[in-house]
C-alpha cells in the first residue's frame, strides 16, 4: 500500500499528497470497523497508518488537514508539541518499599510460571532506577526518526529536535534492527545542574528545583537551541518495538544496546533469586551519594524473555519488572496550620501548612494528614497509630517524601509541644459550601454533602475534566478554569463546548488572552469533541473511577450507546444489568455500585446527557492481536486445575487474545474451560448450554503450550 518512503526523506509535496492519502486510508478502516462491517485491516496496520501520519504531521506541522486523522488542528504548531502514538505502550512500573515485597515479588512470578520449590531461582537484572524522565527513541534503518515523551503512556509528545541535540543519543546506528525504538532515561547530573542554575540565576532566569525538573524543562522547549545548550543526558533501560529480537535475554539486550552506543548504566547486574537482588540493590544505595545523579530505587527485571513475554503486563506495568525504592528521605518542622481542602468527590482532606524545611534535596511547606482519625492518631479500625499520639498546630512533626508523591506528616515530637495545644477539630460542615460533611459507615474520609452546589466540588470535578487522562484540552488547564468558572462562563463540562458560542468574543477581547489564544482554545475544544469512550468515562469524575477502570469499562461495553444503555438499566445489587456489570473481570461491586447511583441521581445524570449531547464519542479500541483470535471479544470463565499453565497465566493469555475473563458462568458466557475437579461451573454451564472445553481445547484455540 504504498508510502514507503522514510518519513525523514519526503519532500514536501510528498509529505502532502501522503497525508491525504493517509487520511483517506485511516477514515476508511475508521467507518469498517466503527460500522457494523468487519475490519478490513488489521490493529497493526491500523496503528502504522496513525504512527506514520503523526510522524509527517510533527515533521510537517503546516500540511496538518482541517480534518486531520490525529484529531489535531492545522496551524498554530508553535503552540506545542505534536503528539506521537506509541507503537507500544511506555509502561510503568510496580513499586516495592520494603525487603519482603522482593521475595514477594520472586514468589509471586514462580508462582503464575507455575514453577516449583525445587525449580532453580529466577535470573533477573538489577540496575539503578534513574531520577529524570523517559524518552522514545525511534530508529529506521539505522536512522534517528522520531523522540517521543512517555506522556500518558500511550501518547506522549514529539520532542525529535530536541532529542537530536544531546550527544548521549546516536543519531546513527551502525548494524541495527530494521525497526528499533530504544527507551531510556533523560536526566542532570549534579555538578552540571548547579551550573545550569548558576547560570540561570546570573541571567535573571528562571531557576529548577530538582536535577529532575531541569531535566524535563530543558527536553520540552519549543526552542531546540535552547536544548542544545543544557546539558543533558541518556541512559537506555530497554526498548518498545523492535522488527526483530534483539537477545533471549534482558542483560544481552542491554549489551546489544550498549554495542550500538546507548550509554546503559554501568551498575547494571545479572543475579539469581531475590537475596541477590537485595544485595545488589543494598550495595546501589551504599553508592548513591557519589553516582553524581539522581537515583530513587533499583529496578528488576526477569532475565529471560520468553518468560517476560508469557507473564505479559496488568494494565499499565509489567508483571516481570519492579522498581524497588531507596527509604524515604524525612526531616522535621513545625506545623503552622492545618487546612481543609475539598476534592472533586467532596472528600475534605487536611493539608498540613508547614514551616518550609528541605527534604531530600526539595523544599516542602505543605505535606498531607490523610485524614481526621490520622491526626487523632489512630487507623481506620480505631487502633492507635504513633502509639496514639495525636497531631496538633504548632507541633513539631516528621516529614517525609518518597518519590514524586505528595509529602506526608509521619510523626510528632511530644517533646516539643507547645503549652496550650489543643487537639484539632476536625470540621463537620464544609469549608467550601456550608453544607454537612459527614462520614458513611466504613469510610476514613469525610465527605461534603454539597453535591454539585459546592463550589470546590464543582471546581474540582471540572479540572478532572480536562485534565490529562481526561479531556486533555490543550490550553485549558486549572487556571482556566477557574478563571472560567469565577466569570459564570462554566458550571459544568457541557458548558466548555458551548463556551465558544456564548462568550468567545469576551474571550478574545479579555487580558491575558486575545484573538490568538482564544481561537486556539476553542480550536482545542473543537477538536475533542471527537473523544475515546474511555476518556469520557474517566472524565466524568464518578468515585473509584480511574483511567483503569474506565478502560476496562469502555472494552466491555464498547460503545457510549452501549454503556449508557446499560447504566441506565442498571440497579444497585440486582437485575441483569448490575449482573453483567459486575461479572466483568476487575469491576467489584464498590465500582459498579458508584458508576450505577452516578447516573441514577437525576441532577448528575442530566448534566451527563447535556455533556454527551455536545460529543462525537468513538468506541473503544480492540484490544492488541484480539482481529486474529478465535477468542477475540468472547467471555471466558476458567475453572477447575490447570496442568500447562497456571490460572493466572491463562487468564492473561486470554485477555491478550481479546477475551473478557469472568469469574462466575451466566447466559453471557461463552466459553468454559474446566480442568480436573471443575465443580458447580462447569455444571451451570451445562445447564446454560455454554461450551465446555478442557486445557487441551484451550492451548490450541489459545495458540500456545
Ligand atoms: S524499566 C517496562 N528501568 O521509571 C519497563 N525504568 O516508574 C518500564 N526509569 O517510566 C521501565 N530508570 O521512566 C526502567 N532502569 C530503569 C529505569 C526506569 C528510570 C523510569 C522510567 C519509567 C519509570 C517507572
Not at 372 to 381: L, P, Q, S, T, V
Not at 458 to 479: N, P, Q, T, Y
Not at 510 to 539: H, K, M, V
Not at 641 to 654: G, Q, S, V
Request: net charge neutral.
Amino acid at each position: 500500500m504504498g508510502g514507503t518512503t522514510p518519513v525523514e526523506a519526503l519532500t514536501e509535496a510528498g509529505a502532502a499528497a501522503e497525508l491525504a492519502r493517509l487520511a483517506t486510508a485511516i477514515a476508511r478502516a475508521d467507518a469498517a470497523y466503527h460500522g457494523a462491517d468487519a475490519p478490513e485491516i488489521s490493529d497493526a496496520e491500523y496503528d502504522a497508518l496513525k504512527r506514520r501520519n503523526a510522524a509527517i504531521e510533527a515533521r510537517f506541522p503546516a500540511l496538518i488537514l482541517p480534518d486531520s486523522p490525529s484529531g489535531r488542528v492545522g496551524a498554530a504548531p508553535a503552540e506545542g508539541f505534536a503528539e506521537v502514538v506509541h507503537a507500544l505502550p511506555m509502561l510503568s512500573l510496580g513499586n516495592a518499599f520494603e525487603v519482603g515485597e522482593v521475595a514477594e515479588f520472586d514468589a509471586r512470578l514462580r508462582r503464575f510460571l507455575g514453577l516449583g520449590e525445587a525449580e532453580a531461582p529466577l535470573a533477573y537484572t538489577a540496575e539503578p532506577k534513574i531520577d529524570g524522565l523517559s524518552l522514545s527513541l525511534r530508529y529506521e534503518a539505522g536512522l534517528l526518526v522520531q523522540a517521543a515523551t512517555r506522556g500518558d503512556g500511550s501518547r506522549g509528545e514529539n520532542v525529535t529536535a530536541n532529542a537530536r541535540t544531546i550527544a548521549d543519543i546516536p543519531s546513527r546506528l551502525a548494524a541495527a534492527p530494521a525497526v528499533l525504538e530504544v527507551r531510556g532515561e533523560v536526566y542532570m547530573r549534579h555538578g552540571d545542574f548547579a551550573a545550569l542554575n548558576a547560570r540561570q540565576a546570573a541571567a535573571g532566569g528562571k531557576t529548577f528545583a530538582n536535577p529532575r525538573n531541569a531535566a524535563a524543562g530543558s527536553l520540552r522547549q519549543l526552542d531546540a537551541a535552547v536544548t542544545r545548550a543544557r546539558p543533558l543526558r541518556f541512559f537506555a533501560w530497554g526498548w518498545g518495538e523492535a522488527s526483530e529480537p534483539l537477545a533471549a535475554t534482558q542483560a544481552a539486550a542491554m549489551a546489544r544496546l550498549a554495542g550500538l552506543g546507548f550509554p546503559v548504566n554501568p551498575l547494571l547486574r545479572r543475579v539469581l533469586g531475590p537475596e541477590a537482588l537485595i544485595e545488589v540493590w543494598a550495595a546501589i544505595e551504599a553508592q548513591r551519594a557519589t553516582l553524581g545523579y539522581d537515583i530513587d530505587g533499583v529496578v528488576y527485571k526477569l532475565d529471560d524473555l520468553a518468560l517476560q513475554g508469557r507473564l505479559g503486563a496488568r494494565a499499565a506495568t509489567p508483571r516481570w519488572a519492579l522498581a524497588h525504592k531507596f527509604p524515604a528521605e524525612t526531616a522535621w518542622t513545625r506545623l503552622e496550620a492545618i487546612d481543609i481542602t475539598v476534592g472533586r468527590t467532596g472528600a475534605l482532606s487536611p493539608v498540613a501548612r508547614l514551616m518550609p524545611v528541605t527534604v531530600g534535596g526539595v523544599v516542602v511547606s505543605n505535606a498531607t494528614l490523610h485524614n481526621e482519625d490520622y491526626i487523632a492518631g489512630r487507623n481506620a479500625k480505631g487502633e492507635p497509630i504513633r502509639e496514639g499520639r495525636d497531631i496538633r498546630v504548632g507541633d513539631w512533626v516528621q516529614v517525609y517524601r518518597a518519590g514524586d508523591v505528595i509529602p506526608k506528616v509521619a510523626d510528632v515530637d511530644l517533646a516539643r509541644r507547645p503549652a496550650g495545644a489543643e487537639p484539632f477539630r476536625f470540621p463537620l460542615v464544609c469549608p467550601e459550601c456550608g453544607a454537612q460533611a459527614v462520614r458513611e459507615p466504613g469510610d476514613s474520609v469525610r465527605r461534603c454533602t454539597g453535591g454539585l452546589i459546592c463550589p470546590a466540588q464543582a471546581v474540582e470535578r471540572l479540572k478532572h475534566f480536562v485534565s490529562r487522562g481526561a479531556f486533555d484540552i490543550e490550553g485549558l488547564g486549572a487556571k482556566s478554569v477557574e478563571e472560567f468558572r469565577a466569570l459564570g462562563w462554566i458550571a459544568e463540562p457541557a458548558d466548555i463546548f458551548t463556551l465558544e458560542a456564548r462568550h468567545g468574543a469576551a474571550l478574545a477581547a479579555r487580558d491575558g488572552w486575545g484573538e490568538r489564544s482564544a481561537a486556539n482554545l476553542f480550536a482545542a475544544i473543537a477538536a475533542r469533541r471527537r473523544i475515546p469512550l474511555q476518556r469520557l468515562i474517566f472524565a466524568l469524575g464518578i468515585r473509584h473511577v480511574g483511567e483503569v477502570a474506565a478502560k476496562v469499562l469502555a472494552r466491555h461495553y464498547g460503545s457510549w450507546p452501549a454503556f449508557e444503555a446499560a447504566m441506565t438499566a442498571a440497579e444497585v445489587g440486582r437485575g441483569p444489568a448490575w449482573e453483567e456489570l459486575t461479572a466483568i473481570d476487575q469491576v467489584g461491586t464498590v465500582l459498579a455500585g458508584a458508576v450505577v447511583t452516578a447516573f441514577r441521581q437525576p441532577a448528575e445524570r442530566a448534566a451527563i446527557d447535556r455533556l454527551a449531547a455536545q460529543l462525537d464519542v468513538l468506541p473503544a479500541s480492540r484490544p492488541q492481536a484480539a482481529a486474529a483470535s478465535p477468542v477475540a471479544g468472547k467471555t471466558i470463565v476458567f475453572t477447575g486445575t490447570l496442568e500447562k499453565m497456571t490460572r493466572a497465566e491463562a487468564k492473561a493469555r486470554a485477555e491478550a487474545l481479546g477475551a473478557k475473563v469472568a469469574g462466575s458462568v451466566s447466559a453471557r458466557t461463552d466459553l468454559v474451560v474446566a480442568g480436573p475437579g471443575a465443580g458447580s461451573k462447569a455444571q451451570k454451564a451445562a445447564e446454560l448450554g455454554v461450551q465446555v472445553i478442557d486445557e487441551a481445547a484451550w492451548l490450541a484455540l489459545a495458540g500456545g503450550g
